[in-house]
T-cell receptor, first 114, second 115 residues
Framework: AQSVSQHNHHVILSEAASLELGCNYSYGGTVNLFWYVQYPGQHLQLLLKYFSGDPLVKGIKGFEAEFIKSKFSFNLRKPSVQWSDTAEYFC????????????FGAGTILRVKS | EAGVVQSPRYKIIEKKQPVAFWCNPI?????LYWYRQNLGQGPELLIR????????DSQLPKDRFSAERLKGVDSTLKIQPAELGDSAVYLC?????????????FGPGTRLTVL
């Protein structure tokens, strides 16, 4: 069965610090990879996604993620975080057949101190 | 464009009671999902609809959970009877088309507390 592992459940950073959230998945075939974010009091929304081509994907609000196939990883990065990046971040993998079936990681809660 | 609408937002019931959740997807989205999110975990798929057909309900606990999507638009998820372990956030999501890389749009969820 597919599984997604997120390395840290809680991360606390000061503003302007760099961010990297780890994500590893277990599936040997073709995958589509996603990062979703949930800001306090809001619903889940897409941050960025990868399905083919350039393994370095850029998303909204200055976030990017790199797909490393050999490591089964899709880590999320941001060079300089802001207080408004405080949220919960979920990595998700779609390795299903026809149709969408996302498998989510447990999430990482990021708190940015101002 | 209106997003995915869910109601109620919060529900508190006693165990063994029935409960129902309602979802209205984004207009034109033919694929609808119900997820359950337990505390400290990511969402887990319960059931996926393509129009009015349930195409993946392998993770739906069918002894107590049921769902329907009449006319391929709104959907209702029911639990009867509820158990303590059903306390969670129930999320509805919808997507346009069938591609595995299309974005899923999520509703705000219904937070269920079973006492």
């Amino acid at each position: 069965a597919q599984s997604v592992s997120q390395h840290n459940h809680h991360v606390i950073l000061s503003e302007a610090a760099s961010l990297e959230l780890g994500c590893n998945y277990s599936y040997g075939g073709t995958v589509n990879l996603f990062w979703y974010v949930q800001y306090p009091g809001q619903h889940l929304q897409l941050l960025l996604k990868y399905f083919s081509g350039d393994p370095l994907v850029k998303g909204i609000k200055g976030f990017e993620a790199e797909f490393i196939k050999s490591k089964f990883s899709f880590n999320l990065r941001k060079p300089s975080v802001q207080w408004s990046d405080t949220a919960e971040y979920f990595c998700a993998v779609n390795a299903g057949e026809y149709g969408n079936k996302l498998v989510f990681g447990a999430g990482t809660i990021l708190r940015v101190k101002s | 464009e209106a997003g995915v609408v869910q109601s109620p937002r919060y529900k508190i019931i006693e165990k063994k009671q029935p409960v129902a959740f309602w979802c209205n997807p984004i207009s034109g989205h033919n694929t609808l999902y119900w997820y359950r999110q337990n505390l400290g975990q990511g969402p887990e798929l319960l059931i996926r609809y393509e129009n009015e057909e349930a195409v993946d309900d392998s993770q739906l606990p069918k002894d107590r959970f049921s769902a329907e999507r009449l006319k391929g638009v709104d959907s209702t998820l029911k639990i009867q009877p509820a158990e303590l372990g059903d306390s969670a956030v129930y999320l509805c999501a919808s997507v346009s088309g069938h591609s595995s890389y299309n974005e899923q749009f999520f509703g705000p969820g219904t937070r269920l507390t079973v006492l």
